[in-house]
């Protein structure tokens, strides 16, 4: 991973970290929906 960053631009790796975090909430949000509609059950 380490040699993958280096000669990458900063703003390059800002985005990569930021589109993987919108992902991970996007599933997390669609668990909690999930849940939620099994409770409501």
């Not at 631009?9 to 990569?16: L, N, Q, V, Y």
């Not at 919108?22 to 409770?39: E, G, R």
């Amino acid at each position: 991973m380490d040699g993958l960053l280096i000669g990458t631009p900063p703003s390059k790796i800002i985005a990569i970290i930021v589109s993987v975090t919108i992902i991970n909430v996007k599933k997390n949000i669609n668990l909690l929906l999930y849940f939620k509609n099994i409770l409501n059950l």
